[in-house]
């Protein structure tokens, strides 16, 4: 690998609900199961990235409480570095993690806790981890001023960057100007371009829309139909790879950036990243969970050459 990754986001345990089905408002069902673990777009992607081989180096904010302890765990058991500062006066972060255990599919309220003290300043302490990285990577669950710091001191380093614009949210056209890589789902997608992207078309134009908007280029994800890649040299859509039935698709955009920013660091051409990317992607939603269903090298490997 060429140089490690880096990634700016936060950490939240997650307390996930399984359910015959999701509730409507004002509504009360009965749940089949439910589990606190590690989550946090941010720290899922790291970890993600960590456990198909590459060096990672997090960057956030958390409290001094048991989900800070949690997440420092899960970091060390996948290998990813902290560099994490610590909040003497805020929690950290929890998300509620609604799953249809019919279809895998989720509904989450994400609180980010100490994340949203993440400042340009915890960005400039940690900005030697970014400069020297292969691939620097962030979200829109910290606050955007930090994000858009990272990013700049990224770029001017020659950095490759990638934007995860996660959750939907609109995003400066100075962000997208600093991203080698925008990498939004459907929803994500919509959001930022107000074209509904519920079919290819939709993808390619939104891809595009993004592009002139200053991105690099655009990685719309389409869940089970694969990814929509837009470059300078054109459009290309991914299929999505099947590993088994879905369980849950929580984790499944974490998995597919993370291991998106671990082919590019190791210079895979952009379209062969994404088939990458899939591949885990489609190993983690047959996997309860967000982080503990991030697939190792081999696994994604196999999934690759029908192994």
């Given at each position: 690998?060429?140089?490690?990754?880096?990634?700016?986001?936060?950490?939240?345990?997650?307390?996930?609900?399984?359910?015959?089905?999701?509730?409507?408002?004002?509504?009360?069902?009965?749940?089949?199961?439910?589990?606190?673990?590690?989550?946090?777009?941010?720290?899922?992607?790291?970890?993600?990235?960590?456990?198909?081989?590459?060096?990672?180096?997090?960057?956030?904010?958390?409290?001094?409480?048991?989900?800070?302890?949690?997440?420092?765990?899960?970091?060390?058991?996948?290998?990813?570095?902290?560099?994490?500062?610590?909040?003497?006066?805020?929690?950290?972060?929890?998300?509620?993690?609604?799953?249809?255990?019919?279809?895998?599919?989720?509904?989450?309220?994400?609180?980010?806790?100490?994340?949203?003290?993440?400042?340009?300043?915890?960005?400039?302490?940690?900005?030697?981890?970014?400069?020297?990285?292969?691939?620097?990577?962030?979200?829109?669950?910290?606050?955007?001023?930090?994000?858009?710091?990272?990013?700049?001191?990224?770029?001017?380093?020659?950095?490759?960057?990638?934007?995860?614009?996660?959750?939907?949210?609109?995003?400066?056209?100075?962000?997208?100007?600093?991203?080698?890589?925008?990498t939004p789902n459907e929803s994500?997608?919509?959001?930022?371009?107000?074209?509904?992207?519920?079919?290819?078309?939709?993808?390619?134009?939104?891809?595009?829309?993004l592009r002139d908007r200053g991105?690099?280029?655009?990685v719309i994800t389409l869940g089970?139909?694969?990814?929509?890649?837009?470059?300078?040299?054109?459009?290309?859509?991914?299929?999505?790879?099947?590993?088994?039935?879905?369980?849950?698709?929580?984790?499944?955009?974490?998995?597919?950036?993370?291991?998106?920013?671990?082919?590019?660091?190791?210079?895979?051409?952009?379209?062969?990243?994404?088939?990458?990317?899939?591949?885990?992607?489609?190993?983690?939603?047959?996997?309860?969970?967000?982080?503990?269903?991030?697939?190792?090298?081999?696994?994604?490997?196999?999934?690759?050459?029908?192994?």
């Amino acid at each position: 690998m060429a140089g490690h990754i880096a990634v700016l986001g936060i950490f939240v345990a997650d307390a996930t609900f399984r359910t015959s089905r999701l509730p409507g408002m004002g509504e009360t069902v009965i749940g089949e199961s439910v589990a606190l673990s590690p989550g946090g777009k941010g720290s899922n992607q790291a970890v993600a990235a960590a456990r198909l081989g590459a060096e990672v180096r997090f960057i956030s904010r958390i409290g001094r409480d048991s989900f800070a302890d949690m997440g420092l765990a899960a970091w060390a058991d996948a290998g990813v570095e902290p560099l994490v500062a610590r909040s003497d006066s805020a929690a950290t972060g929890a998300a509620a993690v609604l799953v249809d255990a019919a279809t895998g599919e989720n509904a989450i309220v994400v609180c980010p806790g100490a994340a949203l003290e993440i400042s340009e300043a915890d960005v400039d302490a940690a900005a030697d981890a970014i400069r020297s990285a292969a691939v620097f990577v962030t979200q829109f669950e910290q606050p955007l001023p930090a994000a858009a710091r990272a990013l700049a001191i990224a770029r001017e380093a020659g950095v490759t960057t990638v934007l995860n614009p996660a959750p939907a949210a609109d995003a400066p056209d100075e962000m997208l100007r600093l991203s080698d890589f925008v990498t939004p789902n459907e929803s994500e997608a919509t959001a930022l371009t107000g074209i509904p992207v519920d079919d290819e078309d939709g993808a390619r134009r939104a891809a595009a829309a993004l592009r002139d908007r200053g991105a690099g280029a655009a990685v719309i994800t389409l869940g089970a139909r694969g990814a929509l890649f837009d470059g300078p040299g054109g459009a290309e859509f991914v299929p999505a790879f099947r590993a088994g039935a879905v369980v849950e698709t929580t984790g499944a955009g974490d998995a597919f950036n993370g291991a998106f920013a671990v082919a590019l660091a190791e210079g895979l051409d952009a379209a062969l990243a994404v088939r990458f990317a899939c591949a885990a992607a489609g190993i983690s939603v047959t996997r309860p969970g967000t982080s503990q269903s991030m697939p190792n090298r081999a696994e994604v490997g196999a999934l690759l050459t029908g192994a």
